[in-house]
């Protein structure tokens, strides 16, 4: 009998080609990676209270700010294509503001900014809030590439607004977004910045004379900070002012907060005057309506309110 002798398998060599594509999706994994992991600016919208507007500024003591935000930001920026017609798009439409104070406070007016401005367009804004990078800088110096990137997003209808925190962000990233914002188109990109110290923006951006320096932004008390004020400044009358009151007492108290003066001091003496000045009127009132001069009781301080308020108002308008 003759053996059969098997044949030895062999192991086929696979083509250069398929080791050609192995490589080449490992690489573009290893690439999707790193742009993943770099990924350093918020994009989405940050959300917020879309309803609020510079009413709220000016209620929080504001009125200033709030007046140059609207005449030198705002208006300018939404009749950017007025300015085109006249050739004073350049000196006329902001591309960067600078602000100074609080973060979380200038990051507010950010956003009332924003939707003031989409109020008064009539359509949305791509909103950008740019964050520190998430690489380490001696590994991957690609930040001109995520710069690059927000400026083209830049939609006729729909322009970009970038919030920069020049604090929390590398200076080279600050000075690569000036450098892509000389180029910029005004009216398509506005770089809202801040900063907790006293800075100046370059001259090549342009814009108005009046946003060479950081719009201030102090940190003022809430009305509901003011009303505690109030309430202590209060305590010691003859007649303390009732809830309404207070309430009315803090709402419009919000006019002098922009002093340089003590708001303690200011809130105080303001509110014994008008508290006074209405209690007087409505005094009067009374005796007109054939009451007499009855004295007024803690409990009957409500009916004065309009009175009272009145007087609040008339004292604020003559201090501003």
Same mark, same amino acid.
């Given at each position: 009998?003759?053996?059969?002798?098997?044949?030895?398998?062999?192991?086929e060599e696979?083509?250069?080609?398929?080791?050609?594509?192995?490589?080449?999706?490992?690489?573009?994994?290893?690439?999707?990676?790193?742009?993943?992991?770099?990924?350093?600016?918020?994009?989405?919208?940050?959300g917020g209270?879309?309803?609020?507007?510079?009413?709220?500024?000016r209620?929080?003591g504001l009125?200033?700010?709030?007046?140059?935000l609207?005449?030198?930001?705002?208006t300018?920026f939404v009749?950017?294509?007025?300015? *085109?017609?006249?050739?004073?798009? $350049?000196?006329?439409?902001? &591309?960067?503001v600078p602000?100074r /104070?609080?973060?979380?406070? =200038? !990051?507010?007016?950010v956003?009332?900014?924003?939707?003031?401005i989409?109020?008064q367009?009539?359509?949305? *804004?791509?909103?950008?809030?740019? $964050?520190?990078?998430?690489? &380490?800088?001696?590994l991957?110096p /690609?930040?001109?590439?995520? =710069? !690059?990137?927000i400026f083209?997003?830049?939609?006729?209808?729909r322009p970009?607004?970038?919030?920069?925190?020049?604090?929390s962000?590398?200076?080279?990233?600050?000075?690569?977004?000036?450098?892509h914002?000389?180029?910029a188109?005004?009216?398509?990109y506005?770089?809202?910045?801040?900063?907790?110290?006293?800075?100046?923006?370059?001259?090549?951006?342009?814009?108005?004379?009046?946003?060479?320096?950081?719009?201030q932004?102090?940190t003022?008390p809430?009305?509901k900070?003011r009303r505690?004020?109030i309430?202590?400044?209060?305590?010691a009358?003859?007649e303390?002012?009732?809830?309404?009151?207070?309430?009315v007492m803090?709402?419009?108290?919000?006019?002098?907060?922009?002093?340089?003066t003590?708001?303690?001091?200011?809130i105080g003496?303001?509110?014994?005057l008008a508290?006074?000045?209405?209690?007087?009127?409505?005094?009067?009132?009374?005796?007109?309506?054939g009451?007499g001069g009855?004295?007024?009781?803690?409990?009957?301080?409500s009916v004065?309110?309009?009175n009272?308020?009145?007087?609040?108002?008339?004292?604020?308008?003559?201090e501003?």
């Amino acid at each position: 009998m003759t053996e059969k002798r098997e044949k030895p398998v062999t192991v086929e060599e696979k083509p250069s080609s398929d080791r050609s594509c192995l490589i080449l999706a490992f690489f573009l994994f290893v690439l999707i990676c790193i742009l993943m992991c770099h990924t350093s600016w918020e994009v989405a919208d940050p959300g917020g209270d879309r309803n609020v507007t510079f009413d709220t500024l000016r209620a929080e003591g504001l009125q200033k700010q709030a007046q140059f935000l609207l005449d030198y930001v705002v208006t300018p920026f939404v009749n950017s294509d007025l300015y *085109t017609l006249s050739d004073q798009l $350049e000196e006329k439409v902001p &591309k960067f503001v600078p602000f100074r /104070g609080n973060v979380g406070k =200038v !990051r507010r007016v950010v956003g009332e900014v924003r939707n003031e401005i989409e109020i008064q367009t009539g359509h949305g *804004t791509r909103y950008i809030v740019a $964050e520190k990078p998430r690489y &380490k800088e001696d590994l991957y110096p /690609g930040d001109d590439f995520y =710069v !690059r990137d927000i400026f083209t997003l830049g939609e006729k209808n729909r322009p970009v607004i970038v919030f920069l925190d020049c604090d929390s962000v590398p200076q080279n990233i600050v000075d690569l977004f000036i450098l892509h914002l000389v180029k910029a188109t005004p009216g398509r990109y506005l770089v809202l910045a801040t900063s907790a110290k006293n800075w100046t923006v370059p001259a090549s951006l342009g814009g108005p004379s009046g946003l060479s320096k950081p719009l201030q932004i102090p940190t003022l008390p809430t009305i509901k900070e003011r009303r505690k004020l109030i309430e202590a400044c209060t305590s010691a009358w003859d007649e303390p002012p009732g809830e309404e009151i207070l309430y009315v007492m803090a709402n419009r108290t919000a006019a002098l907060l922009h002093r340089e003066t003590s708001v303690e001091q200011e809130i105080g003496t303001l509110c014994k005057l008008a508290y006074r000045i209405g209690l007087e009127l409505h005094e009067k009132e009374r005796r007109r309506a054939g009451t007499g001069g009855k004295k007024i009781h803690g409990e009957e301080i409500s009916v004065s309110l309009k009175n009272w308020e009145d007087a609040l108002a008339s004292i604020v308008s003559k201090e501003e």
